[in-house]
């Protein structure tokens, strides 16, 4: 069976924004064999504290269109659809495999939840044609809803 080898650090590692992908090989690699002085620590730092960023918004965004999902299917029941009832399946999967992978993101399902209510709102309202004023002024759904797989409003 063949594999594929890992690629060989060069003399001066390859720069951050001539070859990302390259760069992270290579950062792998100097990390794997304990090479710290010849890191990229600047970069390195950025790119990690991304990566956090980057889960934590994904987070918010699928609590967004969750949310935004649940109010179509309460305040349009009779246009309730499959596809509609698939996003929030779906919204919630990939929330639960998010907390499973990371559980200290399990402190931020409210904050997140009551964050991106009013953008739900106006989101439902755009896409309904309903009036912002008929939502609830505040997230009328508890933490264990939004996490619930079979509640849907």
């Known amino acids: 069976m063949n594999q594929i080898a890992p690629s060989p650090i060069s003399a001066e590692p390859v720069g951050y924004e001539r070859d990302f992908a390259l760069w992270i090989d290579e950062q792998t690699e100097l990390l794997r064999s304990k ?7 600047i970069n390195l730092v950025e790119e990690i504290e991304d990566m956090g960023n980057n889960l934590k918004h994904e987070l918010h965004s699928r609590f967004e269109v969750l949310i935004l ?17 698939g996003t929030i399946g779906e919204q919630r999967s990939q929330i639960m495999k998010r907390l499973k992978q990371s559980p200290s ?47 849907i409003s």
């Not at 710290?36 to 620590?41: G, K, N, S, T, V």
Request: aromatic share 12%.
């Open 105 to 151: 993101l399990n402190r931020l399902v409210d904050e997140y939840a009551h964050e991106c209510y009013r953008t739900a709102v106006i989101r439902a309202a755009q896409t309904t044609g309903l009036a912002k004023e008929i939502f609830p002024h505040e997230l009328p759904y508890t933490r264990e809803q939004l996490l619930d797989m079979d509640f």
């Open 35 to 41: 090479d710290f002085e010849r890191l990229d620590l």
């Open 69 to 85: 999902h649940l109010l179509k299917c309460e305040f349009q029941p009779a246009r309730k659809s499959s596809s509609w009832i």
